[in-house]
């Protein structure tokens, strides 16, 4: 780090040392007229008392110059200060090294302006770097989890320590079958960070395709062996889903499969974090403002107030996902998708499932904490 910098937290901020006079001016015309000024009144009056001094000529002349030049090197090199700063932090750039930021306090005309630029554009750099190497450090970390796992089965086949019968074939799929939804999930981001998607609106009608939802939810458990609903062979008691629509002819304006993978995404949260005995409960309702609210609501250990915030980014698992084996995709893409719709997700306190600004009407389903957990309440509105 230069002399002229100072670091705050991990950011190198260029501190200008120089003498900068002119900062007070708003504009670089104004200061190069105060230079030109400044470095001609300076000559002028040296002429004057030189001349009146009874001083030769040339060596009047030589002074006043090299005084001018002085003064013009002063002020200007104050001016071309955040200049050299951004030179160097350009050439730090090109290195990788993406903390570099330039001073604009006191500079308020356009060089100031066009550090100001420069700095939010090195903070993106920043950012989109870091983002980066998480997503190659997190995509690794998620691919090596099955392949290990499939790796393990094949040879464990291969080697005869074990038969190649159902069970043992189902665990390998079970791993394919995971590689292939992050590969799907990996696509869905791409889209996203390539731009808008064009959406098939329809009338969707959600009492059908929130119960669609929820069989299909209900095989994949099966297929899991997450349980058959109760206890016996090869599977213990699993969540019960309700589906709550009111009215039942509640419809909405929507791309049916985007809306597909926002509904599957959050019941399958839901679903992984209520206990076996709990109730998972898609809600949906028309407000009064007009549009559509739908609501999960799981019976779960909810999600702390302080990682609501960060919830929906990509692979933040948080502390309720630490070892559910999901990959921290699901919900960026339930947000982007919501987006997409011009909607809004959030997460709302338990208490709050099937309250809000709704029209009323219809018996409330079961609360999200009716099993003592505090439980987690994602919110969908849509237009």
């Not at 869905?188 to 098939?200: E, F, K, Y």
């Not at 994949?220 to 019960?240: E, H, V, Y």
């Not at 209520?274 to 549009?291: F, H, I, K, Q």
């Not at 306190?349 to 957990?373: F, I, L, T």
Request: glycine fraction near 12%; proline fraction near 5%.
């Amino acid at each position: 780090m230069t002399v002229g910098a100072r670091k705050v937290g991990g950011t190198v901020i260029d501190r200008a040392r120089e003498v900068r006079p002119l900062d007070r001016f708003h504009s670089i015309k104004v200061k190069l007229g105060v230079l030109v000024v400044a470095s001609v009144s300076v000559a002028g009056c040296f002429t004057a008392i030189g001349v009146s001094a009874g001083i030769q000529a040339r060596y009047v002349v030589s002074v006043a110059v090299i005084l001018s030049l002085i003064v013009t090197q002063i002020l200007a090199h104050g001016m071309t200060s955040p200049l050299r700063s951004m030179a160097d932090a350009v050439e730090r750039i090109a290195r990788g090294d993406y903390s570099r930021r330039v001073t604009t306090a006191t500079s308020r005309d356009e060089v100031g302006q066009l550090a100001a630029a420069f700095n939010l554009m090195a903070a993106d750099l920043e950012a989109v770097d870091r983002q980066r190497k998480e997503l190659i450090a997190n995509v690794s970390h998620e691919l090596r989890t099955p392949i290990s796992a499939l790796r393990a089965v094949l040879e464990n086949v291969v080697d005869g320590v074990t038969e190649p019968d159902p069970p043992t074939m189902r665990l390998a799929l079970e791993q394919a079958e995971r590689l292939g939804r992050l590969v799907t999930t990996l696509l869905d981001l791409s889209r996203i960070d390539a731009g808008a998607v064009a959406l098939d609106r329809e009338d969707v009608g959600l009492e059908e395709f929130l119960g669609t939802v929820a069989r299909e939810a209900t095989v994949k458990m099966l297929a899991r062996g997450d349980g058959a609903g109760g206890s016996g062979a090869g599977g213990g008691a699993r969540p019960k889903t309700v589906v709550d629509v009111v009215p039942a002819s509640l419809t909405v304006r929507a791309d049916r499969e985007r809306l597909h993978q926002v509904a599957a995404n959050l019941l399958d949260n839901a679903v992984r974090h209520s206990p076996p005995d709990g109730t998972v409960t898609l809600r949906a309702r028309r407000l009064e403002a007009g549009g559509v609210r739908v609501e999960v609501c799981d019976q779960g250990p909810g999600i702390p107030p302080g990682e609501r915030v960060r919830v929906f980014d990509r692979f933040d698992r948080g502390s309720r996902q630490a070892a559910d084996g999901g990959t921290g995709l699901g919900l960026a893409i339930a947000r982007w998708v919501v987006d997409l719709h011009g909607g809004r997700i959030s997460v709302a306190e338990p208490a709050e499932c099937g309250a809000g600004p709704a029209v009323p009407g219809g018996a409330p389903g079961a609360g999200a904490g009716a099993s003592g957990s505090p439980g987690c309440v994602i919110r969908v509105d849509l237009p």
